[in-house]
């Protein structure tokens, strides 16, 4: 069973993978997706 998300999460972790804690759903848009292209060259 999935877990859900109630509170805001980052998506990713400070090393750039996923966030363990960001894994399940939400009813709302709750993750944090600022990380996501962090460090790739345009």
Same mark, same amino acid.
């Given at each position: 069973? *999935?877990?859900?998300?109630?509170?805001?999460?980052? +998506?990713? &972790?400070?090393? %750039?993978?996923l966030?363990? *804690?960001?894994?399940?759903?939400?009813?709302?848009? +709750?993750? &944090?997706?600022? %990380?996501?292209?962090?460090?790739?060259r345009?």
């Amino acid at each position: 069973m *999935e877990r859900e998300i109630t509170d805001p999460v980052a +998506l990713l &972790d400070a090393h %750039g993978k996923l966030n363990p *804690e960001a894994v399940g759903y939400s009813r709302t848009p +709750l993750h &944090d997706t600022s %990380g996501i292209g962090a460090g790739t060259r345009a």
